[in-house]
């Protein structure tokens, strides 16, 4: 029985899974947002494009702001590292309005980087 070989297809099969990181409920609380201790910023990302979910009032949840960015127009990705919590800042080839959550985990906010940053050299 070879391990390599049975390994590489579950390596290539996860590449293509749906990846997905949140705001931290600890950093909005210390940070006074109360909509986003509720409901936190939601980023997620596959190989056809990237989706920001935030709620914009806590007492009316049902209006909330779903970005979605194709991954063919990606101009950059920018992981800005804090002492406890990180930042992810996504521009389009446009340049206008760029995609971007505070208070992300670092460790998620790292994969989250790299996979994107993966998907679009690809």
Do not use: C, Y
Request: glycine share 6%.
């Amino acid at each position: 029985m070879n391990q390599p070989a049975s390994s590489a297809p579950r390596q290539n099969a996860s590449a293509g899974r749906p990846i997905q990181v949140r705001s931290s409920r600890l950093w909005a609380m210390l940070r006074g947002r109360f909509t986003e201790i509720f409901f936190p910023a939601r980023l997620s990302a596959d190989p056809l494009g990237i989706t920001l979910v935030k709620v914009e009032f806590w007492l009316t949840p049902w209006t909330r702001q779903d970005e979605h960015l194709p991954m063919s127009h990606l101009a950059e990705v920018a992981h800005e590292r804090g002492l406890i919590w990180d930042s992810i800042s996504i521009e389009s080839s446009g340049g206008l309005n760029p995609l971007s959550v505070d208070g992300l985990p670092k460790s998620g906010a790292k994969r989250f980087v790299d996979q994107v940053r993966t998907w679009m050299n690809v």
